[in-house]
């Protein structure tokens, strides 16, 4: 029995003392809506918004284009565990930077018919939404790897 203790107090020891690359969002009372707009599109994908919430993955039916005046209104159903799977680490590395910066617009998203990403978090129950242009030369050099890891991940999961 005493072995087994002090294995686990290694193992503890171990995993409290390693540092992670990324500071990461708590994941208490937490979502996640994420996803893209473009504004001069046609079909379904022109709008693609999904939520993380808890272990679950949900796809907006509305594919409304997101205001930049309040968060999204969607009405989300659920996906896949296997899509699931695809997106998950979405939520725990997202941009503590981006925290900081208040809700609204960042750069000029779809303004050149480039379209825009959508983010929207909520952390304890404190909610931020941004809309974010894709031309990166428009947006804080901090953001360019998430996005690229949003936009990666919706088109995993587009169908």
């Not at 003392?17 to 979502?31: F, I, K, N, R």
């Not at 919430?53 to 205001?67: A, I, K, T, V």
Request: charged share 25%; hydrophobic share 35%; proline share 6%.
């Amino acid at each position: 029995m005493r072995k087994i203790f002090g294995l686990l107090l290694l193992l503890l020891f171990t995993f409290s003392a390693c540092e992670e690359e990324e500071a990461s969002v708590p994941l208490d009372g937490y979502y996640l809506a994420f996803g893209h707009f473009y504004g001069f599109c046609e079909g379904e994908k022109c709008v693609e918004i999904f939520k993380l919430q808890g272990d679950r993955l949900f796809e907006d039916l509305n594919d409304n284009y997101p205001s930049s005046q309040h968060p999204y209104d969607g009405n989300f159903v659920p996906r896949s565990d296997a899509d699931y799977q695809k997106v998950k680490d979405l939520y725990a590395s997202f941009p503590q930077q981006l925290l900081e910066e208040p809700s609204g617009v960042i750069g000029s998203p779809d303004a050149t018919d480039g379209g825009g990403i959508y983010l929207e978090i909520s952390v304890n129950g404190k909610k931020k939404f941004f809309l974010i242009d894709k031309l990166r030369q428009r947006v804080p050099e901090y953001l360019h790897p998430y996005l690229f890891k949003v936009e990666n991940a919706v088109a995993q999961i587009s169908n």
